[in-house]
C-alpha cells in the first residue's frame, strides 16, 4: 500500500485568503488526485493531477480558484485561492497506487 | 455521466450480518471499490472487485456483477466500531478517476 501524508491537517482561515495543502506520497505514483468532502456528503473529485502534464479539472473546478502543482512523482500541492466560507470542506489527496486508490487523512479547512 | 446508489442508512445490531447494496450506471467500468470512512476521518479502503463474484476479506465481503451494474458489501459479527460510513466507488478506466455514491451510514446497536 500506499502511506500519504497531508499538511495541514486543519487550518481555520479568513475569507479572501488562500490556503496550500500538501500532499506527500512516501512511493513513487503517476496518478494523483484531489477530492473535497463537504459537510455530510460524499467525495467529489476537484482534479487529476498527474506528474508531467497540467492539472485536469472536474466541471464546476477551476485552475484559479484551485491551482495545482505537481512537481515530481511523490508530492503535490492544491491552493485554495480567495476563499469563502463556502469552501469549508475537507480536501483529500488520493493516489493509484497497485490498482488501488489510496486516500490521505485529509486537510479539514474552515473559513470564516 | 455517472450514477452510483446506495442506501443512506442502514441500522443492524451487534453479531448481526449487513448488506449494503449498490447499483451503478456509468459510461465506463475499471473496478468498483468499497472505503469505510467513520466521522472526521479518511476514507480507508476495503475492497476492489473487477471481475464478478465475490471477495472475502475476513468479516468483510464484497460481491460484483458487472451485467447488472451490482455490488454489495457484506458486514457479518458487526461491531459497534463498524458503525461508520461505507462509500462505494466505480472507477473509469480512461483517467481512473473515482466516482463515489453518496454513502451508507451504519449504525450498530448493541
Known amino acids: 500500500s500506499a502511506v500519504i501524508s497531508q499538511k495541514p491537517s486543519r487550518d481555520i482561515c479568513q475569507r479572501g485568503t488562500s490556503l496550500t495543502i500538501q500532499c506527500q506520497v512516501d512511493?513513487?505514483?503517476?496518478?494523483m488526485f484531489w477530492y473535497r468532502q463537504q459537510p455530510g456528503q460524499s467525495l467529489t473529485l476537484i482534479a487529476t493531477?498527474?506528474?508531467?502534464?497540467?492539472?485536469?479539472?472536474e466541471s464546476g473546478f477551476v485552475i484559479d480558484k484551485f491551482p495545482i502543482s505537481r512537481p515530481n512523482l511523490t508530492f503535490s500541492t492544491l491552493t485554495v485561492s480567495n476563499m469563502s466560507p463556502e469552501d469549508s470542506s475537507i480536501y483529500l489527496c488520493?493516489?493509484?497506487?497497485?490498482?488501488?486508490?489510496?486516500f490521505g487523512p485529509g486537510t479539514r479547512l474552515l473559513v470564516l | 455521466g455517472q450514477n452510483i446508489d446506495q442506501p443512506t442508512e442502514m441500522t443492524a445490531t451487534e453479531g448481526a450480518i449487513v448488506q449494503i447494496n449498490c447499483t451503478y450506471q456509468?459510461?465506463?467500468?475499471?473496478?468498483l471499490f468499497w472505503y469505510q470512512q467513520h466521522a472526521g476521518e479518511a476514507p480507508t479502503f476495503l475492497s476492489y472487485?473487477?471481475?464478478?463474484g465475490l471477495e472475502e476479506k475476513g468479516r468483510f465481503s464484497s460481491f460484483l456483477s458487472r451485467s447488472k451494474g451490482y455490488s454489495y458489501l457484506l458486514l457479518k459479527e458487526l461491531q459497534m466500531k463498524d458503525s461508520a460510513s461505507y462509500l462505494c466507488?466505480?472507477?473509469?478506466?480512461?483517467?481512473?478517476?473515482?466516482?463515489f455514491g453518496a454513502g451508507t451510514t451504519v449504525t450498530v446497536r448493541a
Open positions: 488520493s493516489v493509484d497506487f497497485g490498482e488501488t486508490q489510496y
Open positions: 456509468t459510461s465506463g467500468f475499471n473496478g
Open positions: 472487485n473487477v471481475l464478478d
Open positions: 493531477a498527474n506528474q508531467g502534464s497540467e492539472a485536469t479539472y
Open positions: 512511493s513513487q505514483v503517476t496518478m
Open positions: 466507488a466505480v472507477r473509469d478506466p480512461g483517467d481512473y478517476k473515482l466516482s
